[in-house]
């Protein structure tokens, strides 16, 4: 190699230990990981966005510095679309097929992590080979001027918003399922009925509202792959009439054989005065381990109003009486205004386009 190109080689490849703008930091890293793959012969490849961690968690910046490295990478490399991948091996994934990234060589991830609020932002990032696994390269930078958010305390006391409490308890059950070997992102997860006690709690069924928005949580703020309700109702019911007691972690190993899921989240609802405390646990279903824990309490009266709207305890036989008495009421029962408008116009049209037919039969 020419002494000139070795040595714009390693300038290029410095890690800069002052804070870079997000564009030119994308642009600098692209450079390194481009020479370093072309001498691992790789040609195509998939960026997938970064993890966040620490006071970069929710910041968008893993999303922003992979969009900006895949552009980069872009006329030098051949860059998969992303997320049209990980469409087709979550489908594979959900069907029960082994997930396979046949489409590229190669696959770039990483990780933003930030120390306090108001710090650079650390971005390591690598290419591994999809055939062997292997790191083939790696790059890392700082990010300077992106705006972050300080990181959520845990355990907090008491929190006033039921959602801000089961992001919470989302985000450090997440943080244990991490813990498994392999890709989350391909990993299946079940969460289990919370159990209730105190009569208030079985009265208001806050087991089944708390179980329902945790499971949307997981899947929304964090792209997990949950096992569907009706087919862990059947599982659970299968088990029952075996064992015919409470599910708990010895249990785990079962569940996750029926269910074809990788870890479980257990948990309960509990009277606490003028309070609910909300407990759960992430435990993997092969060593039946306990990964993570998270606790919660909310103000009872905060709780209670959330469970009022919650679209879970809202009954099929009730929607589909409030439909046969006035179309369009069902689905606007179960919190789906958009349809349930839909429907009042649609009859409404009808019944106005039939009265003008009347009427202009009864005039002729």
């Not at 089961?166 to 289990?192: E, M, N, T, W």
Request: hydrophobic share 45%; with cysteine; glycine share 8%.
């Amino acid at each position: 190699m020419p002494r000139v190109l070795r040595v714009a080689l390693v300038v290029l490849c410095v890690r800069t230990a002052s804070a870079e703008e997000l564009q030119s930091a994308a642009q600098r890293v692209a450079t390194s990981l481009v020479m370093q793959a072309v001498q691992a012969r790789i040609a195509t490849v998939a960026v997938a966005p970064l993890q966040e961690s620490g006071s970069a968690r929710g910041t968008g910046v893993g999303k922003q510095f992979s969009d900006a490295l895949a552009q980069s990478l872009g006329g030098r490399l051949q860059v998969r679309d992303w997320e049209a991948l990980d469409k087709t091996l979550r489908e594979r994934a959900l069907k029960g097929a082994a997930p396979q990234m046949t489409a590229v060589q190669a696959l770039i991830a990483g990780e933003a992590a930030g120390g306090e609020a108001g710090a650079a932002i650390q971005i390591s990032v690598r290419v591994v080979s999809v055939a062997s696994g292997a790191v083939l390269a790696s790059e890392s930078a700082q990010i300077g001027g992106v705006q972050t958010v300080a990181p959520r305390p845990r355990n907090a006391v008491e929190s006033t918003s039921v959602d801000v409490a089961i992001r919470k308890i989302a985000d450090q059950l997440f943080d244990g399922f991490s813990r498994l070997p392999g890709s989350a992102r391909y990993r299946r997860l079940a969460v289990l009925p919370f159990s209730e006690a105190g009569d208030e709690a079985r009265k208001r069924e806050l087991g089944a509202v708390v179980t329902a928005e945790l499971s949307t949580s997981l899947r929304r703020d964090h792209n997990l792959l949950l096992v569907e309700r009706t087919k862990l109702a059947q599982v659970m019911g299968e088990i029952r009439l075996g064992q015919s007691g409470a599910v708990d972690s010895a249990s785990a190993p079962e569940i996750g054989k029926l269910s074809d899921a990788q870890a479980l989240v257990l948990g309960s609802v509990a009277e606490a005065g003028d309070r609910f405390l909300i407990d759960a646990r992430i435990v993997a279903t092969e060593t039946s381990e306990s990964l993570a824990s998270a606790s919660e309490a909310v103000q009872a009266a905060n709780l209670i109003a959330f469970s009022s709207d919650a679209v879970v305890l809202r009954s099929r036989k009730d929607a589909l009486f409030r439909s046969l008495l006035i179309p369009g009421w069902g689905q606007i029962y179960n919190r789906e205004p958009g349809k349930g408008y839909l429907f009042m116009g649609a009859v409404a049209a009808s019944l106005g386009g039939a009265l003008a037919l009347h009427e202009l039969g009864a005039q002729a």
